[in-house]
T-cell receptor, first 110, second 111 residues
Framework: GEDVEQSLFLSVREGDSSVINCTYT??????LYWYKQEPGAGLQLLTY?????DMKQDQRLTVLLNKKDKHLSLRIADTQTGDSAIYFC??????????FGSGTKLNVKP | DVKVTQSSRYLVKRTGEKVFLECVQD?????MFWYRQDPGLGLRLIYF???????EKGDIPEGYSVSREKKERFSLILESASTNQTSMYLC??????????FGPGTRLTVT
């Protein structure tokens, strides 16, 4: 399958901004996603971006897409302890197949 | 509110047992998926189905089979469970839309 890579851990202080990065290899990606997984739960869609966009903002969340470098990032402004979770980057190709990264565990220190 | 449910949150089985994991969605979605989630490996696709009685292998189908007799239900079957199948299993569904909806997961331990 296609490769989607993320770093495994990120630790920030409450109130700071968090930036989670992701790289992918599939040039036929149609949509790219960020999912959040809280302990003991399934994945919940946070936000998504269509592959012909380069930025999307939704309240505290900003998604940046650099299609040339196949790089996606998620910025969380004013990070709160409730944002502590695992964040998955994912891409969907033209065949409705989804590829997920390994997940980045975000730890927010009070 | 959209809903994907999985039959068990936690399951403990013995090596060699036949295991059934059930997933039901109430959104009339055509597509359903089974993933396993392991630390550091993210989600890996086992099987998916794009219609009743249709199935496609994902990236790691070995040791698994699936059944989709009704549109709302997608079952994952471990014919003879092994310890390396201890994992979190996640079911998801979607339509032609952009998003997959996930169930809460089943944590399976094989001893």
């Amino acid at each position: 399958g296609e490769d989607v890579e993320q770093s495994l851990f990120l630790s920030v202080r409450e109130g700071d901004s968090s930036v989670i990065n992701c790289t992918y290899t599939d040039s036929s990606s149609t949509y790219l996603y960020w999912y959040k997984q809280e302990p003991g739960a399934g994945l919940q869609l946070l936000t998504y971006i269509f592959s012909n966009m380069d930025m999307k903002q939704d309240q505290r969340l900003t998604v940046l897409l650099n299609k040339k470098d196949k790089h996606l990032s998620l910025r969380i402004a004013d990070t709160q302890t409730g944002d502590s979770a695992i964040y998955f980057c994912a891409e969907k190709n033209n065949f409705n197949k989804f590829y997920f990264g390994s997940g980045t565990k975000l730890n927010v220190k009070p | 509110d959209v809903k994907v449910t999985q039959s068990s949150r936690y399951l403990v089985k013995r090596t060699g047992e036949k295991v059934f994991l059930e997933c039901v969605q109430d959104m009339d979605h055509e597509n359903m998926f089974w993933y396993r989630q392991d630390p550091g490996l993210g989600l890996r696709l086992i099987y998916f189905s794009y219609d009743v009685k249709m199935k496609e292998k994902g990236d790691i189908p070995e040791g698994y089979s699936v059944s989709r007799e009704k549109k709302e239900r997608f079952s994952l079957i471990l014919e003879s469970a092994s310890t390396n199948q201890t994992s979190m299993y996640l079911c998801a569904s979607n339509s032609r839309g952009y998003e997959q909806y996930f169930g809460p997961g089943t944590r399976l331990t094989v001893t």
